[in-house]
Nanobody
Framework: VQLQASGGGLVQAGGSPRLSCAAS????????VAWFRQTPEKEREFVTGIGRWGGSNIKHADSVKGRFGISRDNAKNTVYLQMNSLKPDDTAVYYCAARRSALVTTSDYGYWGQGTQVTVSS
């Protein structure tokens, strides 16, 4: 199983980048997928996640509600994280993770990507 996160970089505050997580080696539609983030000062935290079929089975951390959106394209084995109204506090390495489950959860993911750095400048 491989998860490849991409789309990070240096972004100005208020920007709207989109991260992608491309999966291979698994039956993608059988997996819930989530995004986590981590900084040197904080433990890894759940950001947002989507169930195997998407739709209403989505969870967001309170810190990103109303600003971040998640979607998936099972035909392309890809999950997207749309980030809007970025703040300097959103600076982190963003990881995507997969869990063989219909429903999204905030923890207990067995497969992880390598992470992509998002740096928000003020």
């Amino acid at each position: 199983v491989q998860l490849q996160a991409s789309g990070g970089g240096l972004v100005q505050a208020g920007g709207s980048p989109r991260l992608s997580c491309a999966a291979s080696g698994l039956v993608f539609s059988s997996y819930a997928v989530a995004w986590f983030r981590q900084t040197p000062e904080k433990e890894r935290e759940f950001v947002t996640g989507i169930g195997r079929w998407g739709g209403s089975n989505i969870k967001h951390a309170d810190s990103v509600k109303g600003r971040f959106g998640i979607s998936r394209d099972n035909a392309k084995n890809t999950v997207y994280l749309q980030m809007n109204s970025l703040k300097p506090d959103d600076t982190a390495v963003y990881y995507c993770a997969a869990r063989r489950s219909a429903l999204v959860t905030t923890s207990d993911y067995g497969y992880w990507g390598q992470g992509t750095q998002v740096t928000v400048s003020s």
